[in-house]
């Protein structure tokens, strides 16, 4: 069952949000989806955003400015929530780490694996609702994501290649085994042995043998996370040793905020375009 | 004194977010101005945007999705505060009169005489910042805005036609003095006598001898306010009668949201650009 909670007809097209129970996490799940316009019975191919520490589906619905370019190339836009949610629901008192700060991960420690079970959220329940509900080409998804949703659309890219024709992030959490948040929430949510974090961390990944034919991250040089948390040059150095044809854009004078996001949205869209194949409206 | 609040580069330029102390106001107030790249020692034409009830510079500046058309088109975009702020001014229960609800009126009844005095405000002083402070070439002025801030931007630009060359709205409410809305807060603001109405009442000043050259509206058809609020067939009737060549899009299936206001922001900024002549960058 999928409540409607919101839907505003936008650029000719419809940005709804909606609300289900999810036998993943065991809470009630909120997340938006904007649809073109299309012809009756089409399909259409699908760009799944993930958002970063203490987001929901709201920040980048409000502030992504997808919808135009979306729009124009024919995608179905999905925004999930980064986090289970809701008074049962274990948190944290940093913004890190919790309710707000999921990583996308499938929680191994209590009191987190209760509900925490995000990774088999987006890969597994989600992507069986938006077929069911929405005018969706399963066979054309891309996955794009920012700071820990750039971590998430990585990582479960690089895990899933055939489900996902193209990954693109902006300021991704790029190794959370090699930086502070990351190492809060892998240690938390999965416990002290590292092997286990190696499939949420996408250098490991790469290390370990994932690949991906498409790759393209933009990263703000202002940003005030660049250095101790971000650090795209352990990516770049993962991808330069395993052959993977990484582009990544160094943007002077841009932050971590969605003026960033927003101001290189269409360039991530149309590159996913590229790679998803013409609309088929 | 400005202060600066947030200064984040986007598109190319930079939004910023500015407060200083207001002599018309006597309270602090914020503005948000957003300018695009320039050659050193341009002067930029601007657009004003005035925003609708409950809100504050944040709204258009998140999620108004001009940016990218400003910078495009060099444009400036100036989103001031709906009214005067703090502990010390004067507010009503309702979410239509009092703070966030200022509808660009000096008051003349106390207690909100004091402090409201927003006309004075986005007429006079706030242009005389902008224009020490910014790359503003003020012979270039645009206005517009959003239903109480398209009733703003229809009343001062009809007030004021050489100093806005061009006025286009959203939803405006086109007659205050014909709706409930505008009944409080023009009743509240200005007391009983409604000939003191006039001069903020679209209608009423086009019935009073005012014109302009370029009026473009759009108004959603979905809009839950329309029939008892907006009325947009009043101003049709108003300038139809006066001659005005007013443009009014009636939109299909649109609402009162930014959804729809993003949807048309590019339309009314090329129009607006196309009257205040070429960016001299």
Redesign the interface.
């Known amino acids: 069952m999928l409540e409607t909670i919101a839907a505003?007809?936008?650029?000719?097209g419809v940005?709804g949000v909606y609300k289900h129970a999810s036998d993943a996490t065991k809470t009630a799940m909120t997340f938006s989806v904007f649809v073109p316009a299309h012809a009756k019975g089409a399909k259409l191919p699908l760009v799944w955003y993930l958002s970063g520490l203490t987001c929901s589906h709201a920040n980048v619905t409000?502030?992504g400015?997808y919808?135009?370019i979306c729009s124009e190339l024919g995608l179905i836009f999905i925004a999930p929530d980064t986090s289970p949610r809701g008074e049962d629901v274990a948190d944290d008192d940093g913004y890190d780490f919790g309710k707000g700060a999921g990583f996308y991960v499938d929680a191994a420690q209590e009191p987190w694996a209760a509900h925490f079970q995000m990774r088999r959220y987006i890969e597994t329940e989600l992507p069986a609702i938006i077929a069911d509900h929405f005018p969706a080409d399963m066979k054309r998804q891309a996955i794009m994501g920012h700071s820990m949703g750039g971590h998430g659309a990585l990582t479960i890219g690089l895990r899933n290649p055939s489900t996902y024709r193209s990954i693109s992030a902006f300021s991704p959490i790029c190794s959370p085994a090699q930086c502070p948040w990351g190492e809060k929430a892998l240690g938390g949510y999965l416990g002290d042995d590292r092997a286990s974090w190696r499939e949420y961390d996408a250098c490991a990944l790469i290390e370990d043998g994932a690949r991906s034919d498409a790759l393209l991250v933009d990263q703000?040089l202002?940003d005030q996370f660049l250095t101790e948390q971000l650090k795209p040059e352990l990516l770049e150095a993962a991808c330069d040793k395993a052959g993977i044809n990484l582009t990544l854009n160094r943007r002077e004078?841009?932050?971590h905020?969605?003026?960033?996001i927003?101001?290189f949205m269409?360039d991530h869209l149309r590159w996913h375009a590229a790679r998803l194949g013409p609309a088929a409206r």
């Open positions: 505003n007809k936008s650029f000719g940005q409000e502030k400015e919808r135009k703000g202002d004078g841009y932050d905020s969605y003026y960033f927003a101001s269409e």
